[in-house]
């Protein structure tokens, strides 16, 4: 078992190295101020997981008791007025330990859908927004309302890819400060809806980061159905238009479970030639170990790595490279 985590955490790397260039480019771009909100919500699972439409919920501005003589505290104005963004990152910590009122919540949420001047730095200025998204969950004050910002976020078609994926990796955190428990109310639903949203989308790695958001929230609420969601993940596997990034996020996710179907679809990637080769590494290792403890389907992969991989001369020398320690991790078992 050691060899082999060995022989994933190598193919892990290298799936790794490829995609962070693509990666710190996107981060580059600059993002775009949101002006629509979109909020969506279905009853039915699996509904919901294939058709996700508009919600009509009214905007937090109007939900909020909001004085509009009041000015925000002085600290809140520093931080957001300094364009110092690695030096604002740690000073919204103390948004942690705040209390709050509306109009501060309500300008602070405001922030997170801004886009920075084109002087900015646009790098820090992500990693600034994503510091106020930890202190405000933290801080926990007007916690429905920070849902409801949240999925307007997510929803929001003109806002920047990587805002939506920061929200996209926190609802899960979300769901544990606000519910604590396994609760199946109608808000859990409209959350889990913006996320199955997410799976069909191209941008970065979006989709992947949904999927683990999912898997997460699958593993203590039962708002999401987990034979739904591992539909959902073999459909991104074979969808094309999707990042490899995400796409090997549903290998990752549909390794861990014991289904012919699945080993199927594997075990196609890893052969074939029109998949992208991190994609093909990624799932020809994930195959290996479905069949290292069946003696005649050990052998049936290695005559086929063989015949497919290893004595072709046009094979990639990265997938010649991966193929060969994962034949020889089969060999030693």
Not at 113 to 128: A, G
Not at 274 to 295: D, G, I, W
């Amino acid at each position: 078992m050691k060899k082999v985590s060995i022989i994933f955490a190598i193919l892990a790397l290298l799936v790794f190295a490829y995609f962070v260039k693509d990666f710190l480019i996107n981060m580059k771009k600059p993002p775009v101020i949101s002006e629509d909100l979109l909020p969506s919500s279905k009853n039915e699972k699996e509904k919901n997981a294939n058709n996700v439409t508009g919600r009509s919920l009214k905007p937090v501005e109007t939900i909020l008791n909001i004085d509009e003589s009041e000015e925000p505290n002085d600290i809140i104005k520093q931080i957001l007025s300094n364009k110092n963004f690695i030096e604002a990152g740690f000073q919204a910590a103390s948004i942690k330990s705040m209390n709050l009122t509306a109009k501060e919540f309500l300008v602070l949420t405001s922030f997170l859908k801004e886009k920075p001047l084109k002087s900015e730095d646009n790098l820090s200025y992500y990693s600034f927004k994503n510091e106020i998204i930890v202190a405000m969950l933290e801080n926990g004050a007007f916690i429905e309302e920070l849902g409801y910002q949240f999925s307007d976020i997510l929803q929001d078609k003109k806002q920047e890819p990587i805002i939506i994926d920061y929200i996209t990796q926190y609802i899960p955190d979300y769901f544990d400060r606000r519910w604590k428990k396994n609760t199946l109310i109608q808000e859990q639903q409209q959350m889990v809806d913006d996320l199955y949203a997410l799976l069909n989308n191209p941008n970065d790695s979006l989709a992947g980061t949904a999927l683990k958001s999912l898997e997460r929230i699958s593993q203590s609420y039962s708002v999401v159905d987990k034979q739904i969601l591992q539909t959902k993940a073999l459909e991104m596997l074979n969808n094309t238009s999707l990042t490899q990034a995400s796409r090997s996020e549903s290998i990752v996710y549909l390794s861990q479970f014991k289904d012919e179907k699945i080993s199927e679809e594997i075990e196609r990637l890893s052969f074939d030639n029109s998949t992208p080769v991190m994609l093909r590494m990624m799932a020809l290792n994930s195959f290996s170990k479905t069949v290292s403890e069946n003696e005649t389907e050990k052998q049936n992969l290695l005559k086929r790595i063989n015949e497919e991989i290893l004595t072709v001369d046009t094979t990639d020398k990265r997938l010649l490279t991966a193929a060969k320690l994962i034949t020889s991790n089969l060999n030693k078992n």
